[in-house]
């Protein structure tokens, strides 16, 4: 099924949600997809007797998606078999839809030939957000826990546990001390590449034995951090350097060295690590975060690194320029405390913040976009990447660090139906404006 929506003008980003109904017998396989405008969004294989629960990925031009279960499997209808439904969200950029059309496409696919299983779609929602608000100097771009137990997005990224760290990215010990760099755990983030500055933010957990040479780096986008060495009996306190092209960086010791976890008979320590990265660093729109550990004795020493937080500056004497409206903000991430992140974290909820009751504004259209008005070359200015209110904007590579920053231009839609046309709707104040269309009522209203 394919139907085609209008997009109002001067949106900053897309929100589309709707319901997937998993129905009888899936197995193997079976999988759908969802298009945007062509773009493929991979929600990858559903199997009965499986609770999927959450699954989040971000596509190759940046739509960032959650597929999240809403209950157990369950019989809810049709054959005696357990089904179950399936809530999914994905945050559109405003390049994707620039031409003023979102043409959405849902695919089944289903390898079974018998009638025992099968799929719907339901409840469908797309939302505009518009950014009338003031600048908003800071935002977080991505805050990683890692006690939802995610690596999404991690080359060579593993997790471990004790009491003491909690969950976190890691051990790395003697076997993963390659020279080259081969086996470091790396992650490619999106950033605004109009930000003034990044920062970046984490924590290492020296773990048993350290001892001189056993030290760590810190590679942003190549450029080495040389956080240097650590010693079990030593506590390093605070240090701090400048990288050749300009990336300042401290390290501060949280507690004195004591036993945290792991080996009893160890003195371990915390250190919170923050780095500055200038904007000439990221005009691609791409941060690579590569975590380097370069450990020389073979038993007793690891390393672990968790609270990894990116967050965007902009100068706001130049409005323009930052993000504005209903972003998320540095504050609203958890606070980065001298004790280790909690297990019981909890995990941000799917529904969308309830809308305000006032009565909104809109102006009729005078005339009905184009349906090929598709754009054929890339948008003439590069695009500003949104923080979605989850785990941040980020690409999982397939092939490195290498990412087009501009989308693959898309062929004309051939709609199947006549498009659904807007309000418009007029910023009058500090607030975002909303527009929805759904199957079981096609018209879209304006909102506050």
Known sequence: PVKVYFVPHGVEFMMLEFDFYEIDQWEGRDCIYAYVNNEEIDLNVYNQGVDEGLKRNTTENGIYWESRSTGPETQIGFNPYNDQIHHITAYIPKYIVAAGLLQLRLTTRIDDVDTNESSGFDNIKITAHKDCGPCIPDYMIVFEDFEDESI?????????????????????????????????????????????????????????????????????????????????????????????????????????????????????????????IPAQLYHTGKIKLQLATRISSEENVFAGYDNIKITAHFDCAYPSAAPSGRVPTVSDAPSISASPTSKETPRPTHRPTPLPTGKPTYKPPTASPSVSSFPTSAPSQVPIYFAPPFSGLTDKPSSGPSVSLYPTPLAPASPVSSPVEPHSCECTDAESRYFFASIDNPSINCAW
């Open 152 to 276: 999404d997005g991690w080359t060579r990224g593993r997790l471990d546990f004790d009491m003491g760290f909690t969950t976190f990215l890691g051990r790395y010990n003697h076997s993963d001390s390659i020279i080259d760099g081969s086996l470091d755990p790396f992650r490619i983030y999106n950033v605004p590449p109009n930000a003034n500055s990044i920062t970046i933010e984490l924590d290492f957990y020296e773990i048993d034995a350290w001892t001189s040479p056993d030290c760590i780096y810190i590679f942003v986008n190549g450029e080495r951090l040389d956080v240097l060495f650590f010693e079990n009996a030593v506590d390093e306190q605070f240090k701090s350097g400048t990288s050749p092209n300009g990336i300042s960086w401290t390290s501060q010791s949280k507690a004195i060295p004591g036993n945290i976890g792991f080996n009893a008979s160890s003195a371990d320590q915390m250190h919170h690590i923050i780095a500055e």
